[in-house]
């Protein structure tokens, strides 16, 4: 007699129904070829944008005679702190005089456009999409074509040379995109708020400060970097509207280097380092509340 057996019947749940055989997941290939390939790409990039800071730093601890074009990329034979020494002492006080212009320049370009962007977009008034667009305008004006009859305005008010005019300057010319940022941003605030506020017999003022003003910290941050960065770099105001004496950092560092004439490498790469490590520490203590701010006004509510 053989014994006969039966076929598997698969496991059932309480309703009666089958269940399916349970999947093991597929585990991913960390070394496949398209995350190879899309690491290296990033690695690529990564490269080519440090490749300029690695010629900056190793030629900023260099003596004057290894300092030269034909050992870039070369390490020094002789690591010195001398360039750093020198470029220091020529250019403390222009950085002394930058911090004091981009910082009030920054705060109230922030404050005007996060008046104007609220105006604009929760307080309307007939003529406002005509008065936003003119407002805008002055971002698409290129500098150069404006700076000469700029410069005979200045002359014209008898404005003094140095870190007031420049202030006044960025702040008017930072105007347009703070105000496009904030009116942005202002969009997806809801209406109710103002509404509340409204209700409770708040004026326009009065809700900008106690309403709009304790939820507008995203904005303030976008703007305030993106403000303090353009008046830090600015070159071409401070060419036609300061001097050395009374100017910022990028005309003290372009006298450094004797302008087109460059002499000293390793001063000028030290300098170049010092003039640009105040916007690089804002973007590394800030960046991630830049990105937060930008991205919380993308979606309207």
């Known amino acids: 007699m053989t014994a006969t057996t039966t076929p598997a019947v698969p496991p059932r749940d309480l309703a009666g129904v089958p269940n399916e055989p349970e999947r093991v997941p597929r585990r991913k290939n960390p070394f496949g070829l398209a995350r190879t390939l899309r690491y290296a790409a990033l690695l690529f990039f990564l490269a080519v944008v440090l490749v300029p800071v690695y010629v900056l730093l190793v030629t900023s601890f260099k003596g004057s005679g290894d300092a030269s074009p034909a050992r870039a990329w070369a390490l020094p034979t002789e690591w010195t702190l001398d360039n750093w020494t020198a470029a220091w002492d020529a250019l403390a006080p222009s950085i002394w005089r930058t911090l004091q212009m981009v910082v009030p320049s920054a705060v109230l370009a922030a404050l005007l456009g996060s008046i104007n962007g609220f105006v604009l977009s929760r307080w309307t008034f007939r003529g406002a999409n005509l008065v936003f667009t003119l407002i805008l305008f002055g971002m698409f004006i290129p500098y150069q074509a404006v700076i000469i009859p700029l410069n005979q305005l200045v002359l014209d008010l008898g404005l003094p040379s140095g870190v007031p005019t420049l202030i006044l300057l960025h702040v008017v010319f930072g105007i347009p995109i703070t105000t496009l940022i904030f009116r942005n941003y202002y969009q997806t605030v809801p209406h109710e708020l103002v509404e509340a506020a409204r209700v409770d017999g708040a004026g326009m ?97």
């Open 205 to 301: 003022l009065r809700t900008y400060a106690s309403v709009i003003l304790p939820i507008s910290l995203p904005g303030f941050v976008v703007v305030l970097i993106w403000q303090f960065t353009s008046a830090w770099n600015d070159f071409l105001f401070a060419v036609f509207f300061s001097s050395y004496n009374n100017g910022p950092v990028t005309l003290a560092l372009n006298n450094l280097a004797n302008g087109a004439l460059l002499q000293n490498y390793g001063v000028s790469m030290a300098g170049a380092l010092f003039a640009s490590l105040p916007t690089l520490v804002v973007y590394i203590v800030l960046g991630k509340y830049f990105i937060g701010g930008l991205m919380s006004g993308s979606v309207k509510s």
